[in-house]
């Protein structure tokens, strides 16, 4: 599954910037998207991820009200593709931002997708700067 995301750019503080990421993959392949982001000398941290069996979504505190994860496909052997709709940002927010999916399998627990291991396929990933 190779990952493509864009929308990254240069924003100021406040301001909303749209992230989208396309899977080469359709629905069936997929359990779960996610978006996770490193700052610079940090870490990669989770953001926020989608479970396409039931559409629960989970995020970060950091970001909890103000981003929103979304997405899917239009059926089929359609590409899968999520989006990540982030309001309000903040200086602390500036980050490559990487796309992830996690692959459909039979698990016997269900994978936590908060969780960048549980993630086999990675973007390139996207910069977000915001400006104070």
């Known amino acids: 599954v190779q990952l493509q995301a864009s929308g990254g750019g240069l924003v100021q503080t406040g301001g909303s910037l749209r992230l989208s990421c396309s899977a080469s993959a359709p629905r069936f392949r997929i359990y779960a998207m996610g978006w996770f982001r490193q700052a610079p000398g940090e870490e990669r941290e989770f953001v926020a991820a989608i479970e396409w069996n039931d559409g629960n979504t989970y995020y970060s505190d950091s970001v909890k009200g103000r981003f929103a994860i979304s997405g899917g496909s239009s059926g089929g052997n359609a590409e899968m593709s999520v989006y990540l709709q982030m309001n309000n940002l903040k200086p602390e927010d500036t980050a490559v931002y990487y796309c992830?999916?996690?692959?459909?399998?039979?698990?016997?627990?269900?994978?936590?997708?908060?969780?960048?291991?549980?993630?086999?396929?990675w973007g390139q990933g996207t910069l977000v700067t915001v400006s104070s």
């Open positions: 992830a999916a996690v692959p459909r399998a039979g698990y016997m627990v269900a994978p936590d997708v908060r969780l960048a291991y549980e993630y086999e396929h």
